[in-house]
């Protein structure tokens, strides 16, 4: 996230905070003495405003890495976006572990979890964070909003036009991650009214929500390119609807296999491809790939947090690893690859060359006899998911 995007986060803070007391109290009439009659006094605040929304993948609060929450209630440490999605499509999983012993944290491990479970909330609680920023800019940015306010030319008109799309894709992909991860869930839209008590809908309206905002929306999205880097685009949309109809047997009974084929196809026709270096996916370089399609941009300086690739660099180092060969600041000691994943790479796979081993006599061993114990595992070096990147978590070709 680059400096101009920082800055418009202030800018849209303001706007925002009221969202922050009424998270996790859908009953609780939200307040603030930022309107939209003098926040939007200034055009720039429409930019601002959008930027906060992508920001809400990214950070967890207003200051980073901690300290002034976006949701209360729960620990904004571990409660980042990326490092809370990570951990609910990995960990269950015979792809990645964790042996930290935080409450709650364990049963993800061995899909004991509980309905209580706090990583489990906090998911949940983010996928309807950013369904609610998302909703507000809608409010905010209808031709009846704009006219009323008397200071939108044409072309300020045209860049809310792409926001609004990107809006949208936003909260598909988060109402995505909602029925995925959930099943039912309440649908809310930017026509429901602040403060009340969303009603429970189906995971099938849902997806079809979903699957219609993607394929309205395509056509008003920024092409891709290095000028909208960071930015959803029509191949990103199409990548969201190839992964919706892909699962659509499960969210809805019924297969949607030739939709699914369509929207990937449409996706490899370009401009992207499959990066001839494995690991540059996994370097801090990794905008120049051609692979990456939506990513979820990060640096050192603009967007701290606990959460994202700070989490899973730091977590997935530690034994005989030593910190300054990965460019980092200390070791966590967390995240370890399951030997059913390592054992899928083929004899003279080089991609298993990426795995740290160790060296007599601290050797680290492929199977896992104990959960907490770091060194019984092969420990990935970059990281351990084949969605992230070490300084971006993307949709990627694949």
Known sequence: MNHRIHQALSVAAALLAFAVAACTNLTLEPKSTATDANIFSDPGTYKAFIARVYAGLAVSGQ???????????????????????????????????IGWGDVGLPEMNTQQWAVSNGFV?????????????????LRQTTDAKLDSRGNVGAALRADIKQYRAEARFLRALSYWH???MFGDIPLITEADLVGVVPQPSTRTNVYDFIVSELNAIIPDLPPPGLGTYGRASAPAAQMLLAHAYLNASVYTGTAHYAEALTAAQAVIAGPYSIDPSYRHLFLADNNTSPEIIFPVIQDGVHTQTWGGVTFLVHASCGGSMRDTTYGISGCWW??????????RYASGDQRAASFFRG???DTQSVAIPQVGTFTDRSNRRWITSTRCGSARMAIRVR
């Open 63 to 97: 200051q980073g890495p901690a300290g002034n929450a976006d949701i209360r209630g729960i620990d904004e440490g571990f409660s980042q976006y990326l490092r809370l999605f990570w951990e609910h499509e990995e960990l269950p999983t015979d792809e990645a572990i």
């Open 121 to 137: 909330g906090a998911m949940y609680y983010r996928i309807y964070f950013q369904v609610g920023m998302a909703n507000e800019f």
């Open 178 to 180: 909602g029925i995925d």
């Open 334 to 343: 967390g995240l370890r690859l399951k030997p059913e994943a390592f054992n």
């Open 359 to 361: 060296t007599a006599p």
